[in-house]
């Protein structure tokens, strides 16, 4: 969650200095790499960043951190908040060294909850926020399944960025710091809630809770004579244009297909009815058809294929950065578009430690202080130059 919500920061232009334990942030360790502690994910959530190594249990490893409080904006942390207290780091500790700090913590549960000193991955709160369930349902076979993305933590620290940048606005106007908490729990409860809260939103309630049109096991990429398509017949005028296209008179005679309300009731039939006319026709065909008619329609990607995608290519969405250890390595660029002020690559990610000397020298430590730190396990040190 941090890390992803700190690129996004280090885009926009921010001097994101990237506190790690002496071993390192444990994603540089996760999938192939050419170095130890270069791994694709770690890679793809760290850029534009400098990275210093600090053992924060150690008396000097906290005074070094203090400093960095004392002329910073933002601390972000994504351990569990009592952890931060018993290090000595919580927002009452720090906001002595600064009091116009930003205190964000992403983390598991809200504090003043039953739940809030357990330990959070995003597998946990994907069950906790009923995900697996909602699969289970869906695919119509009452097997309950994760879904295949670290989503919980992509979308909490998007959550999460959004809270600094609301921060710092404020801050600006004002000159106040705070302490902000982006508990994952409750972030995803609401996401989830937002679709499925259904009849159970009202007081009584006018039916259960659920989305049916997300929740038929029929909605999915429709089989046609030789793959998949992926097409979304959404309103009045779709319906229509979709059953001009295949010669019926169903959309203005059936009474199941006058509304978004009724075509929501009856979402399974409807959706089984696709399934069986999409097996009709080639996906090519179908594509053709549907674009002729203005049906929001595409074909089906694979990880392969979405690599591949000519749109990606034509947007120059992945891009081809030279690393100074990994050598080339394909990112993807941010994917928003600025008039003005562009988010921007401008540091790959770094190595475990690459930049502690620097940053000890910008805090005024001299080199013997360096090298003494880093005797005593501290930090870690690479080679000038």
């Known amino acids: 969650m941090a890390p992803f919500a700190a690129q996004i920061l280090g885009d926009m232009g921010a001097d994101v200095i990237k506190v790690e334990p002496p071993d390192g942030d444990t994603i540089r360790r996760i999938g192939p790499m050419v170095h130890p502690g270069m791994g694709p994910m770690y890679l793809h959530a760290n850029r534009n960043k400098r990275s210093i190594t600090l053992d924060l249990k150690s008396k000097p490893g ?4 203090f400093k960095l409080v004392e002329r910073t904006d933002v601390l972000l942390y994504n ?21 116009g700090l930003i205190y964000v913590g ?3 549960f809200g504090r003043d909850g039953p739940y ?9 709160i994907q069950g906790l926020s009923g995900i697996p369930s909602l699969i289970a349902q869906s695919a119509g076979d009452g097997i309950p399944r994760y879904i295949p993305l670290a989503m919980v933590d992509r979308y909490v620290g998007v959550n999460t960025a959004n809270a600094i940048l609301g921060a710092l606005l404020h801050k600006a106007r004002t000159g106040q710091g705070q302490s902000i908490d982006v508990p994952m729990f409750e972030t995803m409860a609401e996401m989830v809630m937002a679709d499925h809260s259904g009849g159970a939103a009202f007081d009584p309630p006018l039916g ?3 989305y049916p049109r997300l929740l038929a096991p029929e909605r999915h990429p429709y089989r046609t004579l030789d793959g998949y398509v992926c097409v979304m017949i959404y309103t009045d005028q779709h319906w229509r244009r979709f059953f001009e296209l295949i010669g019926s008179n169903e959309a203005t005679e059936n009474p199941k297909f006058a509304s978004i309300t009724t075509r929501t009731i009856n979402a399974r039939e409807i959706h089984q009815m696709l399934e069986d006319k999409m097996r009709t026709r080639s996906t090519s065909d179908w594509l053709d058809a549907f674009y002729k008619a203005d049906i929001p329609a595409t074909r089906l990607h694979t990880l392969e294929s979405l690599a591949d995608d000519p749109h990606l290519k034509a947007v120059s969405f992945f891009e081809w950065h030279e690393h100074p250890s990994e050598g080339r390595v394909r990112m993807t660029r941010p994917p928003s578009r600025w008039s003005e ?11 475990i430690g690459e930049h502690s000397r620097e940053i ?3 805090l005024g430590y001299s080199a013997e202080d360096i090298r003494r730190l880093a005797a005593e396990s501290v930090t870690t040190l690479e080679a000038p130059g």
């Open 341 to 351: 002020t562009p988010p921007t690559i401008r540091r790959p990610p770094p190595r």
């Open 208 to 210: 259960p809770y659920g």
């Open 79 to 99: 351990v569990r908040p009592q952890a931060m207290t018993a290090l000595g780091m919580g927002y009452e500790d720090l906001r002595h060294f600064n009091p």
């Open 116 to 124: 809030a000193k357990r330990p959070a991955f995003d597998d946990l």
């Open 360 to 362: 000890l020298n910008e």
């Open 62 to 65: 906290k005074e070094v951190l």
């Open 106 to 108: 992403a983390f598991g």
